[in-house]
């Protein structure tokens, strides 16, 4: 996916100077700016941080959540 992203913003560099002969016209020239830089960075976010690390967090947040919780639950009952 960031290829093709890249290629896009190499295409919108290349008509920065004449933004007013773009197809669009100057408001979807940086409509279409801001989507492939905010594309770009949704890229890097999965490269620098894959699927799994989020998985892996969110075992541990679980695992560490039920664990406190079985533990307040136990001190709770021995005061029942």
Same mark, same amino acid.
């Given at each position: 996916m960031l290829p093709e992203v890249?290629? +896009?913003l190499t295409a919108l560099n =290349?008509? =920065?100077e004449d933004i007013a002969g773009y197809v669009g016209g100057r408001g979807s020239?940086?409509?279409d700016y801001c989507l492939g830089m905010f594309l770009k960075?949704?890229?890097m976010r999965y490269v620098a941080y894959p699927v799994s690390f989020w998985v892996q967090l969110c075992c541990y947040v679980i695992r560490t959540f039920l664990f406190f919780l079985s533990f307040f +639950?136990?001190?709770v009952r021995s005061f029942l």
């Open positions: 890249e290629i +896009l =290349k008509t =920065k020239y940086w409509d960075g949704v890229c +639950l136990s001190f």
